[in-house]
């Protein structure tokens, strides 16, 4: 407002206050209850109207100055709103590269290992396409050969179970041919009750007592021709049962030798000796040529003698 007053005094003469005292001094003059500025010359009035004019303009010019200020604080603080939105959006936008970033190292991981799987996975269909591969080969041989072997099974199915009913066959009459043989030998048993005439019975065995004698090899085939054998002592009570048959002073041929190997005594049917009657001091293998027959006395001892002598024997036989 000050630079207004310095505008205005511009316009200052000495005339123009000459003039403004006398307009004064005529205001004054004039009566009470008119306007003043209704009582100004034209003159005073345009110079009003510039002061007007000029204060309208200082006055424009002050409001423009502080609309200007404002306008200018205003853009300050846009500018700074600009500015802390940009700063907002970079930290925003930092944070959100960050994020991007872990995120892409997070999903570049996942998808190593996504591929490692699938590396994995390949692999395997690929060691399975290859087993498929060779087992078309193996297991289809393998396949065809078992194919083969029950085929040959059902072609001997037939043959089998034949072989399984004659199996069985056979069985059966085994059993019989079992039973028949018991039969048999309890009828002998029955039978057995009287042995052929001239022969003795003791324990379903039955015995004959020579009448006549003759070299033991001799007397030995004389039983084999009665299908019978010399007499072979399996017991005391046989031994007592041939004795007691047994008139004095004779002997007989049991079947008992030791030709084969001296003094490994040995009965007829191979058997070797256990139970045994010798006389005191026999088998003694008396004479140049040895004694290798065994005799038996009427008391029952036994004696060997050599085997040309001539002598009685007992023949012996199963009913
Ligand atoms: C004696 C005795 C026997 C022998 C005969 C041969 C009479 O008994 O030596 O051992 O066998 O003789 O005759
Ligand atoms: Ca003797």
């Given amino acids: 407002m000050s630079q207004g007053k310095d505008d205005f005094g511009i316009y200052e003469n000495c005339d123009f206050t000459k003039e403004m005292e006398l307009e004064e001094r005529e205001r004054r003059k004039a ?14 009035a345009i110079a009003l109207l510039y002061m007007l004019l000029a204060l309208t303009f200082v006055l424009f010019m002050a409001l423009t100055i502080v609309n200007l200020r ?7 603080a846009l500018e700074q709103a600009r500015m802390r939105s940009e700063n907002s959006h970079t930290t925003v936008w930092h944070n959100l590269s960050e994020v991007q970033r872990a995120l892409d190292k997070q999903l570049s991981g996942v998808l190593k290992t996504i591929h490692g799987r699938l590396l994995n996975v390949s692999q395997e269909v690929e060691n399975v396409r290859q087993k498929t591969t060779r087992c078309k080969a193996e297991c289809g041989n393998e396949l065809s050969d078992r194919l083969r072997v029950l085929e040959e099974r059902n072609a001997l ?20 041919l079992d039973t028949a043989l018991e039969q ?35 007397a030995k085939r004389s039983c084999n021709d009665f299908n019978a054998h010399l007499a072979i002592v399996d017991t005391e009570q046989e031994n007592k049962f041939l004795a007691n048959h047994i008139m004095d002073d004779r002997v007989f041929w049991l079947g008992l030798t030791d030709t084969d190997n001296e003094s490994k005594w040995q009965w007829v049917n191979g058997r070797s000796l256990s139970l045994s009657f010798w006389n005191s001091g ?18 029952g001892l036994w004696n060997d003698i050599i085997c040309s002598s001539a002598e009685a024997w007992i023949c012996e036989r199963s009913c």
């Fill in 282 to 299: 026999e088998p003694n293998n008396a004479g140049q040529q040895g004694e290798d027959c065994a005799t038996i006395y009427s008391n």
């Fill in 184 to 218: 048999t030998r309890n009828l002998s048993e029955i039978l057995c009750t009287k042995c052929p005439a001239g022969w003795q019975q003791f324990a379903k065995t039955c015995y004959f007592f020579s009448t006549t004698n003759q070299p033991w090899l001799a």
């Fill in 157 to 176: 199915e037939p043959v089998l179970r034949q072989l399984a009913e004659v199996k069985q066959e056979q069985s059966r009459a085994s059993a019989l």
């Fill in 70 to 76: 404002r306008v200018s604080a205003a853009w300050e």
């Fill in 31 to 44: 009566p009470k209850g008119v306007l003043p500025f209704l009582a100004l010359s034209p003159e005073r």
